[in-house]
């Protein structure tokens, strides 16, 4: 019983961890879901090696004292990994809000998930000598649901990362009392013991890490929201705030909260009615109201901390009038919930570098947009560039979204500089310096940097040329979309330029390869695992799970985030919802007398990425039914897999585990930094469709697993 309880934490703490890391990690690299996909093939890499590699180590050994001994290790473990984490931007010496390059991205993650994760899979094939594999995985994924409710419920809300992983640390290593020792209170006087040596030194480690990490800045504030991580930094007379890692608003800074807000402004003949979607803590409002025709300014915010930490560190920069309605919502459901018609909607955000930014910059926002603007109305957008050369990465992102912008705007406009703003409008637009001179002096908007004197340069008519000759969309120009996220890849390979390198060429030609190429590509793989390495139908049919499982995962947050903006909210839910299914599905597969026939549970792992596709814009509630459903599934083909496999050698059950987990570590990098990015939520459901023939061909053709 002792032993099966352990087996159950092994999947609360894992996910707990996961939860965790996931968020400190993203900081760290900035956001961009590239991160996502090396930080869960980094996951499930170590994993498997713990489950497959490591499982073998200290086979003739008591199973209670290595898993007392694992379950320490993981107590160990996991504060040492958040610590490696922050430790990574000082390490690699970068700044404060710098992106990281793929190299080091790559090494952090396989360092800090080193700490943890080898250990959670070789308890695993430990519990897979005692019990059979598949009521192992049983117990793991029911305690990955606790581990995932509890998480999102309570932990990440209340408790800072260290004074989570002091929490796991204090059940770990009471389970490990709970294992070696005789006494039934030891357990309980050593959880006890754990957790008051730690709660004293939660602060300091948050403190002394922090500030490692913000290296640079003095740190003022940081909230752990359920949208992201902020930060209020302090340095040289001026205040920042980052959202998970990435700077978005300093104060003061005139420069950059006049252009963000008087260039839209003076495009349109009369202001009367304006909505900026994102960070207003800048001075934005400051400016747009100083404009005497603006009647009505809203400002739409997704993360209420945001508000609150602006409210608190930058109390000038949105001062009180009774024409700003503030709004705690996501711009696009604001968009669509009887929100009133704009004269000018400025999208204050970055460039569209993560997926949730990208949905902010697609054919179905800009059309959603578009019915919310009077008739002469405008959409603002800005990117950074520089004042006289755009990379060839820049032209290609600028192309697509200009091209975008065309398919739903008849008139589109642009001012170069070292922030390209782009307009779109169903009335004529100016790129005329002068007009806007005109406007704003007749307007009798006082301005430091936006003059007559500054525009004349920025908006000279042979520079204003040559930017709409670099931004010409050419004929094969894609157009971005919710679902099909090109803008998303290219900027992908405008952030991979800064580094140069091996990514940067992988990434660069991986755009140009034609779908039917890759759909080629991964059936030769295929058929090579069956020729030489994967024989047993079972254990290819596990392997092509791990990555369509890990696939539909990732297409259920990422289709989530594109369609309503706030997957961290759900992350930890929708986690649970997965691993709650695997849980019931392996239970399930495990009570009929005889073995599932694995054919047919292809197929259905098949169809499952289409069934998700078509489940997310039913509405918010039917994701988690989407991953509970798909979860059973995933767990209902392991069990399967382990009665038609041989586990009763000692690292059978580990072995198909590893293979598992190694084909979910493939399908993580790929469909997150790769398939989604450049073929979309589509054709990549179609892609893992047919990877699933071979298995289900091969089981058809094998009805019986030989031994190896």
């Avoid at 009887?338 to 910059?361: H, K, S």
Wanted: charged share 15%; glycine share 8%; hydrophobic share 55%.
């Amino acid at each position: 019983m002792q032993l099966r309880g352990i087996l159950a934490l092994i999947g609360f703490t894992s996910v707990i961890a996961q939860v965790v890391l996931m968020r400190e990690l993203m900081v760290a690299f900035y956001g961009n879901e590239i991160s996502l996909g090396i930080v869960l093939a980094c996951w499930l890499l170590w994993t498997a090696l713990g489950s497959g590699v490591f499982g073998r180590l200290c086979a003739q050994r008591d199973p209670r004292h290595i898993a007392a001994a694992l379950e320490v290790a993981v107590a160990v473990g996991f504060p040492l990994a958040i610590a490696a984490v922050r430790e990574s931007r000082p390490l690699f010496q970068q700044a404060g809000g710098e992106l990281l390059g793929f190299g080091p991205m790559f090494l952090t993650a396989l360092v800090a998930l080193g700490l943890v994760c080898p250990f959670s899979g070789w308890l695993f094939a430990v519990g897979s000598r005692v019990l059979p594999a598949a009521s192992v995985y049983v117990l793991e994924a029911a305690g990955s649901a606790a581990g995932g409710l509890l998480a999102s419920l309570l932990l990440v809300r209340f408790l800072p990362p260290f004074g989570i992983a002091a929490v796991a640390a204090a059940i770990n290593l009471a389970a490990a009392a709970a294992l070696v020792g005789g006494k039934r209170w030891l357990p309980v006087l050593v959880a006890l013991a754990s957790a008051a040596l730690l709660a004293f030194a939660v602060r300091p480690a948050e403190t002394f890490t922090l500030a490692r990490f913000w290296q640079g800045f003095q740190v003022l504030a940081v909230r752990n929201s359920v949208y992201a991580n902020l930060a209020v930094l302090e340095t040289e007379g001026s205040r920042s705030l980052a959202e998970s890692g990435q700077v978005v608003t300093t104060v003061p800074d005139p420069a950059a909260a006049e252009e963000a807000v008087h260039l839209p402004l003076l495009e349109h003949p009369r202001p009367e009615r304006v909505l900026l979607i994102g960070s207003c803590a800048n001075g934005s409002l400051a400016e747009a109201l100083k404009y005497p025709s603006v009647a009505q300014l809203d400002c739409v915010e997704l993360d209420p901390a945001v508000g609150e930490l602006a409210r608190r560190f930058f109390p000038g920069a949105s001062p009180p009038d009774p024409r700003v309605r503030m709004h705690t919502l996501d711009g696009r459901r604001f968009l669509q919930t009887g929100a009133p018609q704009f004269d000018v909607i400025v999208v204050n955000l970055p460039e569209p570098r993560t997926a949730q930014l990208n949905r902010f910059y697609t054919l179905e926002f800009f059309a959603s947009a578009a019915r919310r603007l009077r008739p002469d109305g405008l959409l603002a957008l800005a990117f950074p560039a520089s004042e006289n050369y755009l990379s060839p990465e820049a032209q290609a992102l600028l192309q697509c979204i200009r091209k975008t912008l065309a398919a739903v705007f008849p008139y589109v406009a642009a001012h170069p500089g070292e922030t390209v703003h782009l307009f779109g409008s169903t009335a004529p637009l100016t790129t005329d310096a002068h007009t806007l001179i005109e406007r704003l002096h007749a307007r009798h908007v006082k301005t430091l940097y936006i003059s007559e004197h500054f525009l004349p340069f920025r908006l000279a008519p042979e520079r204003v040329r040559e930017l709409a000759a670099q931004i010409q969309p050419n004929p094969d120009t894609p157009v971005n979309r919710d679902f099909a996220p090109i803008a998303y890849y290219f900027d992908l390979t405008l952030w991979s330029a800064r580094f140069g390198g091996l990514y940067r060429a992988l990434l660069e030609h991986a755009g140009q390869v034609p779908f039917w190429a890759l759909g080629i590509a991964a059936l030769a793989v295929l058929a090579a695992l069956i020729w030489f390495a994967c024989p047993a139908p079972a254990a290819l049919s596990t392997g092509v799970t791990g990555f369509t499982m890990i696939g539909v995962e990732i297409l259920l947050l990422l289709g989530f985030q594109a369609i309503y903006g706030y997957v961290y909210q759900q992350l930890a839910l929708l986690v649970a919802a997965f691993m709650a299914g695997m849980s019931c599905g392996s239970w399930l597969a495990l009570r009929r007398t005889a073995p599932p026939a694995l054919a047919p549970i292809q197929i259905a792992v098949a169809a499952s990425p289409l069934a998700v596709f078509g489940l997310l814009g039913l509405g918010a509630a039917a994701a988690p039914l989407a991953a509970l459903v798909c979860g059973a599934l995933g767990g209902f083909q392991f069990a399967a897999a382990t009665r038609r496999y041989p586990t009763a050698s000692t690292t059978g059950g580990g072995r198909l585990y590893a293979l598992d987990l190694a084909g979910s570590c493939a399908g993580a990098l790929l469909v997150s930094a790769y398939v989604i990015p450049v073929f979309g939520f589509l054709k990549t459901c179609w892609l893992a469709a047919l990877v699933n023939l071979f298995p289900a061909m091969a089981a058809l053709a094998r009805r019986r697993t030989p031994a190896p």
